[in-house]
């Protein structure tokens, strides 16, 4: 006696959506209703009484304008220096290297995945160092020098922390290529370049999106790496951080920018079908 | 794909810098395993193997390791059996809210860490009352069923349904089937998610600072207390290098099992 | 689909339950403190302490004091570290910690939120060592309830590195002033309460704010407090919290002066002396630090313990001078192996202190005692801080 499937999907799906319902998206909700609420200034204890305070804080507060524009260029630069990397490396691993070589390829770019996140940013850390750093000798004879701390240091962190977040659907996405789709095109004239722009990367572009929302994700949160790169220069996951023991509904209410954002992001993405490329 | 000799050349150039990019920092950490100067200025002025006998004796790594190996371990394993349930109902039946509940499952690694990292915490301090080491693997677990989930439902979505019903028209039942045709085909998927997991869970640290109780010291959070410490930080550069190497192996592994099908 | 029915209310259920539950449980009223007497039983405590308060040999394998304490009494101990008196409140307030050396501005918030308890001095017998100056301080006692027992005292000093910064500075103009020839090296604290600090500097540059306590601003002396920190930022490298990261930029020289502990200071110098630390001519925000046991400890009797074992006036001693504070027992200046500890850090002394301002949680009640104004309290000063650091 075969049950429904309805029942049968229900039955598969109803543990693991418990678990995100309740754990997840209820811990959400119990973090985002604090955002309407108060805190006793002395204990910082949270008060169950209602105020819009707290987003009129965040709205009319320059600075909190000024660190989301910057929390936003920052996740766009990296975005973008790890797409111009990955795009090229993608396709040379998926389609150039020999088939033999490529589990190997993909376990050297995953490899520094395992690395520890801290140790790779400290490693940066070290190399930028503005006079004693390993950059600035490298490049000091060649009259640059480091950029010091701060943005730039960031951008240049993470986008090393997220690259293989981005090179690892774009692979993905450039393997599944029917070879006939390719050899169609050069036998309809089109040179390699062409191919390339005209064919592969549009047929690619959903992992491309997929690839973008982990390192879209990952930079508008942070706030480690911001700490040991940035200098003075600070982004949201640590107003967010700093805010979130002394003023809760503070930080809750500065917590909905980068989520709203992401999900926007997400809703907008949807279409181009980056989702099932994750 | 017909390319020119400079096309794959300029390639190759781009694959070269990608990878310098990618483990020159990690060479860096690896030298400076070895260096008698423990403040990393550049260039090493001496070659040790010092930091790493003190390393395979220090007992705050072995505990740390420990605890990070027992938290990724339950972490994946709840992660592998939610994740796959979750991944085969979504794409293999229609029902109602699925694309709704497919967003949600993408949302845990798509938010920030550190939202969800605060949010976990407001919870459990507040409904535990304190943090412990199953808070911490409660923080894993969530994102690891999303990344079980990807891995196992894009497989789903390349095998079909056709198998399956083949078995079932020649008379196997439901389990029988599961057992002999679609787990098969499905384990590379659960292996490579599962071990993805466990990367993920063994080095986190954003949400894990935020869900660690008192004393509940993961490796991630031993090399954040002893990173800048003069003494211990060249220590923590033998466990990042000893990382690296060991991890290798698992990572080809894995990667040959999801290259072979599909 | 009746199972999805079922489901669907157990989760709405749950996540009803989660709500009521992310509001702030009511805090447990200050029950009475422990009647004792202290037993032996063995247990694990949690220390919450400043860098270098307890040192278990893991910065230096000959500065410890935790390890004899776990062999004399069977009681293990974990000691986490913070950096500021807000990263230790939000520790506290999350639970698991049993014990913590909180300074004053960390203690009544504390004692308010419920999450210490009081103290029973006849339990710890070595209380009777400390200096009368430093027993039933208002941020120690509240409402006649000891909460805790002195560690040390110390001023917040300006560090500078020899050889990078000449003259040697005795002002703190040289972190606040535009020309500052340190200027893109300077660091200073990152939390709220270093306000206080540009609060000390307009106390002796702007007379006429009428600043006399930098923890008791009104909003006119708060926004000019904010407005130096404003002039200040263009000098400074980078905020610290993490003294190990502070020392990391020192030894790389992208830091040459700023606000520091003197533990920062001797451990720069463990090898050479690499940098110089004074009190400045304007005076210094500092601390007076209380241990202090948690309300929620399930190790009441390994608490009390540590607590009498760190004010024992030979570990008192050891402490003080590891970190570089004056100490609180006065028997331990007789134990200092510097025999001119307890002059050098002023213990004795009154007068060095009276330009020593120790933090204390800024209320809107003005704790200067003025009546006719408000004071900004430490919310507006994190909100504010804030602000400024995202500018």
Known sequence: MQRSPKARAASLISLPLAWLLIIYIGSLFALFITSIWKIDTFTSEVIREFTLQNFIDVVTDRAYFNVTIRTLIVAISVTLICALIAIPMAFFMARIARPKSRPVLIALVLTPLWASYLVKIYAWRTMLYPDTGFLNWLISPLGGSSPGFGMIAVIIGLSYLWLPYMVLPIYAGMEKLPNSVLDASADLGAKPGRTFFGVVLPITWPAIIAGSIFTFSLSMGDYITVQILGGTFQMLGNVVYQNFSLNLPFAAAVALIPVMIMIIYLGSVRKTGALDNL | MKLSRAAKRTLLAIMAIGFTFIYLPLLLVVINSFNTNKSFAWPPTGFTTEWWSKAAVNEGIRDAVMRSFFTALIATTIALILGSFAAAAITRYDFFGRDTISLLFVLPIALPGVVTGIALNNVFTNFFGKLTFFTIVIGHATFCIVVVFNNVAARYRRLGVNLQEASMDLGANRFTTFRLVTFPLIKNALIAGGLLAFGLSFDEIIVTTFTAGAGQTTLPIWIFQNLFRPNQAPIVNVVAAALILISILPIYLSQRLTADKG | ?391
């Open chain 3, 1 to 391: 689909m009746r199972v999805g029915k079922h489901r669907k209310l157990a989760a709405l259920v749950a996540i009803g339950t989660l709500l009521l539950a992310g509001c702030s449980s009511s805090s447990d009223e200050g029950s009475g403190a422990y009647a004792g007497p202290v037993k032996d039983t063995p247990g694990t405590i949690n220390v919450l302490a400043w860098p270098g308060y307890a040192e278990d040999g893991s910065t230096d394998p000959n500065v410890d004091w935790v390890t004899p304490f776990e062999e004399a009494t069977g009681c293990t101990v974990n000691v986490k570290t913070y950096g500021t008196s807000d990263e230790a409140v939000q520790l506290m307030q999350g639970g698991g910690y049993d014990v913590i050396s909180a300074s004053g501005d960390a203690s009544l918030r504390l004692i308010y939120g419920g999450d210490l308890q009081p103290v029973n001095l006849d339990l710890i017998p070595n209380y009777v060592g400390i200096f009368d100056n430093l027993k039933d301080r208002p941020w120690n006692t509240v409402d006649g309830k000891n909460y805790g027992v002195p560690h040390g005292r110390g001023a917040n000093v300006l560090q500078y590195t020899l050889g990078k910064v000449n003259p040697a500075p005795t002002s703190w103009s040289i972190v606040w002033e535009p020309n500052s020839p340190a200027k893109g090296k300077v660091t200073a604290y990152d939390s709220a309460i270093y306000i206080a600090d540009a609060a000390v500097y307009l106390m002796a540059t702007k007379p006429e704010l009428g600043i006399t306590d930098p923890y008791a601003l009104d909003q006119t002396q708060f926004d000019a407090a904010m407005a130096l920190l404003a002039q200040q930022r263009p000098l400074v490298a980078e905020y610290w919290s993490d003294y190990t990261k502070y020392i990391g930029a020192v030894q790389s020289g992208n830091i040459t002066v700023g606000t520091s502990w003197q533990v920062i200071a001797n451990v720069l110098n463990g090898e050479k002396a690499t940098v110089g630390a004074v009190k400045p001519v304007e005076g210094a925000t500092g601390w007076s630090d209380t241990w202090m046991i948690s309300s929620k400890t399930e190790v009441i009797d390994c608490a009390y313990k540590w607590l009498n074992h760190i004010i024992t006036p030979d570990v008192n001693a050891q402490a003080a001078e590891w970190f570089g504070e004056a100490p609180a027992n006065s028997k331990a200046c007789a134990l200092t192996d510097n025999k001119d500890h307890c002059k050098l850090y002023h213990a004795e002394e009154t007068d060095y202190w009276s330009n020593v301002y120790y933090w204390k949680t800024p209320t809107e009640e003005c704790l200067d005692g003025r009546t006719d104004v408000k004071c900004v309290p430490y919310a507006e000063w994190v909100k504010a801080w804030s602000s400024f650091r995202n500018q």
